[in-house]
């Protein structure tokens, strides 16, 4: 059984506009249901999470999309600050799950499948990632940064997991990460000339960027490969509401469809 902590919170952007009323993007609805209560519930509904920890501004503390989360902590300035509070005083070698708050067709078999998959190397931090080809075949019009390496060409998934002592050092490698983003020479200070190079010609393969990403941290880093990619569709723009809600239209469209013909 596992922890997880929802991180929803963080000031209005592009999607949460489109609802005055959201205190961010986390509480848009999609088709009738925020984005938050989306992901809450089918969190809720795996076997395998047995306490939810939601993260969100204060003035969201209160909202109906929360109800299924079993505790509703203060959000921070930053993303590292919002998962500081979440993992704040969990025991410090437990593998917590942290969900993003935007995953409006997550479902519980993909829960299971990350989780099992994050355990089965004991693992100190395990990042998701879902393989182009898998993505394509299912959602084909939803847009993704895609990563190409030698095992393959992948996206980030919104799950990852991470042992609450390895924190400090996440945190530090993110603020680096953060500061180096426009300057090559700082980058490759974090990546190595060597790692940059290899990803640009399309020669780095998974095992060495966990074996970087660990040298960097101190600490065990894992990718595992999800083969649902519904844990990989998640609302970044406001073009992405639209989008998604066409796919569950046609979601909805099909079971309707099936239970006719039963």
Known sequence: MSICVVLAGGPR?????????????????????????RTIDALR?????????????????????????????AD???ITDSLRSGIADLPPDELVVVAASDLPILTPVCIEEFIGLANESDPDVVYGCVEQKAHLARFPDIPHTWARLVDGTYCGAGLFALRPRVFPA?????????????????????????????????RLTLADAELRAGALLGARARAVICTHPEIAVNVDRAEDVALVERLLSHNRLSISRHTSLE
């Open 170 to 202: 996440l945190e530090r490698f993110l603020e680096r990460l953060g500061a180096a983003r426009k300057n090559p020479l700082a980058l490759a200070s974090i990546f190595s000339w060597d790692v940059l190079a290899r990803y640009a010609l399309r």
């Open 45 to 73: 509904a795996s076997p395998l999470i047995d306490r939810i920890i939601a993260v969100a501004p204060a003035a969201a503390h209160d909202h109906p999309a929360l109800t299924n989360a079993d505790e509703v902590r």
């Open 13 to 37: 952007d592009a999607v949460a506009a489109l609802d005055a009323d959201a205190p961010n993007k986390a509480f848009i609805p999609i088709a009738g249901r925020t984005l938050a209560a």
């Open 76 to 78: 921070g300035a930053r």
